[in-house]
C-alpha cells in the first residue's frame, strides 16, 4: 500500500496543470462507494486513486481508517426515479442537491401501492462533492499544484427548461417527457414536484 501512495504523490508533485478524472463504480455493490481515477496518476495498476465511502462506513472499518486513499465524503444529493410497470428502466430521474442527505423521506403522493407508478429515491454523491474532497486531499498530502478539473453544476440555458421554480431539466430528458401521455406526462411533473418539496428542509 505504501507504495501506492508513494506512486501517486509522486505523480502529482509532477504534474502543475488541471488533471481529467472520472468516477468508477462498481456494478451490484451494495454499499455506497466510488472511485476517482485520474489517468496520469501512477496507482500501481489501480484502476482508481481513491475510493469515496460515507462517513459511517469508514468509522465502522479499521482498514479503511488506516487507508490514506480512503475519503469519508458525506452524500450531498438525492436521486428521484419515477418508474412505470410498462417501462423496462426509470421513466424520469431528477438530482437534487442538499446540504444534509435524510435518512428518511416520507412523499404525500396518492399513489396506489397496486398501480403502476413507483417512485424510488437514493442519496449519493454530487461530482464537486467528489472533487473537493480529492483537491482536499492533494493540497494536503502533496507539494505540487496539481488542480483537478470538476464540471460545474450549472447547464447552459440551451440546454435546460424549467419544470418549476426550482427545477431545471436537461433538454434531453425534457423532450421525453414531451414523448408521454398527457395524463403520464402530469404524474411525472406531480411527482418530481412533491419529491422536490420534500427535501426544501435539507437544501
Known amino acids: 500500500m505504501q507504495t501506492i501512495i ?5 505523480s502529482l508533485d509532477e504534474h502543475h496543470d488541471s488533471l481529467t478524472w472520472r468516477r468508477v463504480t462498481v456494478p ?4 455506497a462507494w466510488v472511485g476517482m481515477h485520474v489517468p496520469v496518476v501512477d496507482t500501481g495498476g ?7 465511502v460515507t462517513p459511517d462506513q469508514y468509522d465502522a472499518s479499521p482498514r479503511m481508517q488506516n487507508d490514506p486513499l480512503v475519503l469519508p465524503v458525506a452524500h450531498d444529493t438525492v436521486v428521484a426515479e419515477v418508474n412505470h410497470l410498462d417501462h423496462s428502466g426509470p421513466i424520469m430521474r431528477m438530482q437534487v442537491p442538499v446540504r444534509e442527505a435524510p435518512a428518511t423521506i416520507r412523499l404525500a403522493t396518492a399513489l396506489d401501492s397496486s398501480g403502476p407508478w413507483s ?3 437514493e442519496t449519493g454523491w454530487t461530482i464537486q462533492a467528489l472533487g473537493t474532497a480529492a483537491q482536499c486531499w492533494i493540497d494536503r498530502e502533496t507539494s505540487g499544484t496539481a488542480r483537478l478539473t470538476t464540471p460545474e453544476p450549472a447547464l447552459p440555458a440551451h440546454q435546460r427548461y424549467q419544470l418549476h421554480p426550482a ?3 436537461e433538454s434531453a430528458a425534457f423532450d421525453r417527457l414531451l414523448t408521454l401521455d398527457p395524463d ?3 404524474v411525472v411533473t406531480s411527482l418530481l414536484s412533491q419529491v422536490h418539496d420534500a427535501l426544501l428542509p435539507y437544501r
Open 119 to 121: 417512485v424510488r429515491l
Open 28 to 31: 451490484g455493490l451494495d454499499v
Open 6 to 10: 508513494d506512486g501517486v504523490k509522486r
Open 167 to 169: 427545477i431545471d431539466f
Open 184 to 186: 403520464d406526462a402530469a
Open 46 to 52: 489501480r484502476p482508481w486513486v481513491w475510493e469515496v
